[in-house]
């Protein structure tokens, strides 16, 4: 028999049948569980959640007044590091991979016997004990409750490592000191430096500018500013950006762009803390906290003649946050789409109520180099050619098309074919691989699998069949694998 009563950990049980919920406290305590807690009505799990924050949870799916499903999204959303194990008589197969794509850690068919029972709960608990020892070794707090959510909000993700990049960010907002954001083009660094800002909660202003096209004397002029006469056509005092970012934040993007100059001048106000306004022999002081961002890894380049200085990159990143491209977190592309619809009609004057169920498969499908941006641009070009109250995927398609970059196969611009497999695919894993990923990104709607594949239902039907078939074959009747 299991024992559990070393751990702390407590364990919810939502059914909205007595009898389960006895049940299921009975093998609990048999395996020695301390902390056990159950929910009749899924309404009121949210509100226990607020009080927990190291709990494992087991959730019926068909319950009346708010499902399992509902309840598991809005904990994706709202407590992305709780697992949470689906108990239910339902054996669909894709409600199961649909539960699984909405973030379930297991899935147990009733009647459940005490061994898959006590080994999903053990299997939890590792995963647990695992983001926990992460999230502490990076210097976040236990528990998923943020401090300051309201800073968030324009950051539109369910993401985990984003929800963990927020935790990270409440940590360091108070340190005053550097920080280097990270990410390709398009995922949202200026969203991320000015949540730093704002969860940072100083009295000045947040200032942004764009390094990458001043050549030294223009970067010089546009931080420190200049005197009157410091230069032909100074004809008057003009404050530099640093004194208009006083207590508070000024945010440098593209700092990789900058010349061997500048970055000289830059790691002098970061070594010092003074600046010198051109034309000016008296020192400023500079009291605002400096963030940068770049779309590549500065490291990289180091020690190269014409890199980024070593010194300057290690001043920078005191505090480091590394953004994933939207390629890896997928599960945001949908709360992405229903956010830029809604904000697109509401500037363009329209009403659009209903999306045409062939867009998000194709928009998971690609493998969007710009991020977000990218998406955004598909998605208000779309809205402003609708004409009806749906918005279909014909003009997305056309973009796509155009772009050349609606391939099943995503992975980052430097990967390749055999960093993917290990090896050379043959065309057959090829194969293998598109149909996998077509399903998982419909999310097993093998109308839509097909469709992203080019072939029929059928075709599609008669090839999945034939590979349970040889499965089969080689794993006898237990094709729950396959």
Do not use: W
Not at 70 to 93: H, Q
Not at 250 to 259: K, M, Q, R, T, Y
Not at 410 to 428: E, R, V, Y
């Amino acid at each position: 028999m299991i024992n559990f009563s070393h751990t702390d950990v407590h364990v919810i049980i939502v059914d909205d049948e007595q009898s389960e919920l006895d049940a299921y406290s009975f093998l609990l305590q048999s395996m020695g569980v301390k902390h056990i807690k159950t929910v009749k009505d899924s309404r009121n799990l949210m509100g226990l959640l607020e009080s927990i924050s190291n709990a494992i949870v087991f959730l019926d799916l068909n319950m009346p007044h708010k499902s399992g499903q509902e309840v598991l999204a809005d904990m994706r959303e709202l407590y992305p590091g709780i697992p949470v194990i689906i108990c239910t008589a339902n054996s669909d197969i894709t409600m199961a991979v649909k539960c699984l794509k909405l973030g379930a850690h297991d899935y147990l068919l009733k009647p459940i016997n005490m061994n898959s029972f006590g080994s999903a709960l053990r299997n939890a608990l590792e995963i647990q004990s695992l983001r926990n020892e992460v999230m502490s070794l990076k210097g976040i707090p236990r528990g998923d409750h943020l401090k300051f959510p309201d800073f968030f909000s324009r950051i539109i993700t369910c993401d985990s490592v984003m929800q963990g990049i927020f935790h990270y960010i409440e940590s360091i907002a108070a340190s005053g000191q550097p920080v280097l954001v990270m990410g390709e083009t398009g995922a949202g660094k200026e969203l991320i430096a000015r949540a730093v800002h704002d969860v940072s909660q100083v009295p000045g202003p947040f200032v942004a500018v764009d390094v990458s096209g001043l050549d030294d004397t223009l970067f010089a002029d546009t931080l420190f500013g200049h005197e009157k006469g410091a230069y032909t056509g100074a004809a008057t005092h003009r404050s530099g950006l640093l004194e208009r970012a006083d207590n508070g934040t000024i945010f440098l993007d593209e700092i990789g762009d900058l010349s061997r100059v500048s970055q000289i001048k830059l790691l002098r106000l970061l070594q010092e803390g003074i600046y010198y306004p051109l034309g000016c022999d008296e020192p400023r002081q500079c009291r605002a906290r400096i963030i940068t961002a770049a779309n590549r890894e500065l490291n990289r380049s180091m020690g190269q003649d014409h890199g980024f200085r070593m010194d300057l990159y290690y001043r920078l990143s005191t505090h480091l946050i590394r953004i994933p491209p939207l390629r890896e977190r997928r599960e945001d592309i949908s709360l992405l789409v229903d956010h830029l619809i809604h904000e697109a009609a509401n500037s363009m004057g329209k009403e659009i109520t209903a999306v045409d169920q062939e867009l998000l498969p194709l928009l998971k499908a690609h493998p969007f180099p710009g991020n977000v941006r990218e998406l955004k641009t598909y998605i208000y070009d779309a809205v402003a050619q609708c004409n009806t109250s749906e918005l279909t995927a014909h003009a997305v398609k056309d973009r796509l098309s155009q772009s050349g970059a609606g391939s099943l196969i995503t992975m980052d611009q430097s990967a390749s074919l055999a960093s993917l497999f290990g090896h050379f695919p043959t065309l057959s894993e090829l194969t293998e691989y598109a149909v996998d990923k077509a399903l998982d990104l419909t999310e097993y709607n093998q109308t839509q699998a097909a469709t992203l594949l080019g072939i029929s239902k059928q075709a599609l039907s008669k090839r999945l069949q034939k590979r349970k078939k040889a499965c089969r074959s080689t794993r006898g009747d237990n094709v729950n694998h396959c």
